[in-house]
Structures are given as C-alpha cells and as structure tokens.
C-alpha cells in the first residue's frame, strides 16, 4: 500500500472549515484513500473514503487531485468536538486480508 | 447492536503472567484485526483474521498470539508480558466488501509493571 505524508498539527477556529492535506505521491490506480479520525481515549472512526471523484457524506467533504497524489480532508464546519487526531490512508479496496497500516496522522485543535 | 466490543477495558499484569484480550462483533464481518497503540507510534497492526480459522501476522507480531475459533470472536493472548507491551489495544473489524471500512472498539488499555 502507498505511503501517505501528513502535516503533524493543525488549528482551525470554531465555525471555520477545516482543511486537512494528505500527500499520497506513489498512490497506484486501484487504490482508494480512506480518513478516519480518533477522538481522544475513543477507537477510530470511519469518516469518508474515494477513488477519483469528490466525495461527500455527513461528516465531511473529500477532494482528490486529478492526478490522485494528493487529497484534502475538509470538515465545513468545524466545532470544538473535532478536535481528534485524523489518520489519512491509501490502500487496494479488493485485496483480500490486507489491514490498513496507519500513521501518525494530522492532530486537528479546535478553538473557540 | 453493539459493534465492535472489547473486554476488558483495563488492566495491570505483573511481567511474566499471562492474559487474554477479548474482541467480538455483531456485524457477521469476516476481517479483524488487532492493533497497539503507543504515544507518537500511530496505529501498529499486531495480527488480523481473514475468516474464521485462519490469522496472520502484521508488522508487530512478536509475543502476541491470536486465534478466531468462531467468526464473532478474536482473541489476543500475552503469553508471558514484558513492560514493552504496555499499551493501548484496539480490535477492528470489516465486512469482505472491498471498500467497507473497519469498525473499531473502544480499546483495552494495558500496563505491565
């Protein structure tokens, strides 16, 4: 699975959206990115995940580079209960048994 | 429906004794998986189950054991706990649809003294 680069830390204040980049350079075409996100003492937990397209749910926006090597996690609006650690992840949806292997991830400080 | 369930959800052992971490699911999924978790380490995958009956190793496998008697279940055993092996310990799930994403429980938190 393609490795993913991900700034360590991030603030954004209350209300604003937040953006949170992800570098996957050596992504291979059939393999989708994922974002999860771990509040403090909790699992992880499942945000969002696509393959080429921009994509959109409940919780948050994905935008993928055309060339697919890089993508941005954006949370709208962002409220004191994101604040969380955000784990950015490339890997083969199909391939059968392989785990995701996650980073450090992107701390994520909400403000008021 | 409970997801993902870890039990137990602390616990101290002495350097040397052994325990069990349990992880069961609800969710007829056949992947699981066991994770550690250690400050500024992220998450590192110990062993997973692609179905019941079979385990395989991750990238930190040495002293832990696993088995997956029955679909539901997957176990994490310390056989002899060494202080490295303080940590937080997560379980995680997923259906064998291809994009499905894990499941994660709410961990077991683990200190060897």
């Known amino acids: 699975d393609a490795k993913t680069t991900q700034p360590p830390s991030m603030d954004c204040a209350e209300g604003r959206a937040a953006n949170l980049p992800c570098n996957h350079s050596t992504i291979s075409g059939n393999e989708y990115v994922y974002w999860y996100r771990q509040i403090h003492s909790q699992g992880p937990q499942y945000i969002i995940h696509g393959l080429k397209n921009n994509e959109t749910n409940e919780m948050a926006s994905l935008i993928i580079t055309e060339d697919r090597k890089s993508s941005t996690l954006i949370l709208p609006h962002a409220t004191l209960r994101d604040t969380a650690v955000y784990y950015c992840?490339?890997?083969?949806?199909?391939?059968?048994?392989?785990?995701?292997?996650f980073g450090k991830g992107t701390t994520l400080s909400v403000s008021s | 429906n409970a997801g993902v369930t870890q039990t137990p959800k602390f616990r101290v052992l002495k350097t040397g004794q052994s325990m069990t971490l349990l992880c069961a699911q609800d969710m007829n999924h056949e992947y699981m998986y066991w994770y550690r978790q250690d400050p500024g380490m992220g998450l590192r995958l110990i062993h997973y189950?692609?179905?019941?009956?079979?385990?395989a190793k991750g990238e930190v496998p040495d002293g832990y054991n696993v088995s997956r008697l029955k679909k539901q279940n997957f176990l994490l055993g310390l056989e002899s706990a060494a202080p490295s092996q303080t940590s937080v310990y997560f379980c995680a799930s997923r259906a064998i649809t291809g994009v499905s994403p894990l499941h994660f429980g709410n961990g077991t938190r683990l200190t060897v003294t």
């Open positions: 992840i490339v890997r083969v949806a199909n391939q059968a048994g392989t785990a995701l292997i």
């Open positions: 189950s692609v179905g019941e009956g079979t385990t």
